[in-house]
């Protein structure tokens, strides 16, 4: 990467301060030095300000209850050879929380017009290795205008969190595998692309905003790839077997969530349906499969079954 290319981190955080505050740290510990970092705080309620004030990321706590205020303040790299650099940290909260999409739009957009060239994206929960970001830019020597991501991995058992199915092979000839989508865990995008493709969708707002991104690139003539040598931990998104295991569905905890995950899902299947290989046949089988990890592994109302599927088509 040129040296006259600067480099943010896009960071959405929600009542998660102790992991977000190991987040920042990794991030200040990159062997390549960031120029910034983008927080999005969706109007925490855990005390997340006074932890980031307290840690020396942010001069003063910005109440943000009528609208969306922002606080600018530096602090230094903390890696070996990147020590002494300052990062700018620009803290931005938001006057309400508009979920995980909302909050990378916000970002990206926010660091798009501040004119940084790169955005790295991730959730608060996120944990890079210290080279995670120096691996991921070389992996982009391939090709500069497309989309990169690191394994994601459980920090618990080392096993792949998100994975393509020909990924678990363990003999490559290069160092970056082609992917449908990059996940918004470690997704490093440059400005240019952004500029073709727009920003993520912020009415998707929990789940999904990154696959339909991916998907949109796509559209648009831009891949998504993984290097295999980028590493990045992430806690698994726990499942639950369902119809004599025939099924394996994400396990979600309450109605919003359960309803997000299956219009979304619905909205993506219907809208992408060339770029997910999906013939007609197959769309309808994926959208009966989607609709049965609801209607027959979960405590959500019917009613909110098929408002979402309703949401889904018409979106």
Avoid at 18 to 38: F, G, P, R, V, W
Avoid at 173 to 179: I, R
Avoid at 209 to 220: F, I, N, P, S, T
Avoid at 275 to 291: D, V, Y
Wanted: with cysteine; hydrophobic share 40%.
């Amino acid at each position: 990467m040129p040296k006259h290319e600067t480099v943010c981190a896009v960071v959405v955080t929600y009542n998660r301060k102790n992991i977000l505050l190991e987040c920042l740290d990794s991030l200040l510990k990159q062997t390549h030095a960031l120029d910034a970092i983008y927080l999005i705080d969706n109007a925490s309620s855990d005390g997340t300000p006074d932890m980031l004030k307290k840690a020396g990321f942010i001069k003063e706590i910005l109440s943000g209850q009528s609208e969306t205020v922002e606080d600018e303040h530096s602090i230094r790299m903390l890696s070996e050879g990147t020590q002494g650099k300052e990062v700018t940290i620009h803290y931005v909260r938001m006057h309400k929380n508009t979920g995980g999409a909302g909050g990378f739009h916000e970002g990206v957009k926010r660091g798009y017009n501040k004119g940084y060239q790169w955005l790295w994206l991730m959730d608060d929960d996120c944990l890079p290795q210290i080279n995670c970001l120096e691996l991921l830019f070389k992996a982009t020597r391939l090709n500069t205008y497309a989309l990169y991501g690191p394994i994601v991995a459980d920090a618990d058992t080392g096993e792949y969190v998100w994975v393509s199915a020909d990924l678990k092979q363990k003999h490559f000839h290069s160092d970056t595998h082609m992917v449908r989508y990059v996940p918004f865990n470690g997704l490093l995008i440059n400005r240019w692309v952004v500029h073709q493709i727009g920003l993520p969708l912020s009415k998707m707002i929990l789940y999904g905003d990154d696959v339909e991104y991916g998907l949109r690139a796509k559209r648009m003539g831009f891949n998504s790839y993984i290097s295999l040598k980028s590493y990045l931990t992430h806690p698994r998104v726990k499942t639950v077997n369902i119809m004599f295991s025939i099924l394996k569905c994400p396990y979600l905890y309450d109605e919003k969530r359960g309803y997000y995950r299956l219009r979304n899902g619905i909205y993506i299947s219907k809208h992408y349906a060339r770029e997910l290989g999906l013939g007609w046949i197959r769309l309808i089988f994926r959208l009966i499969k989607n609709s049965a990890c609801w209607i027959f592994g979960r405590s959500i109302s019917h009613k909110t079954i098929i408002q979402a599927i309703i949401d889904g088509v018409r979106m």
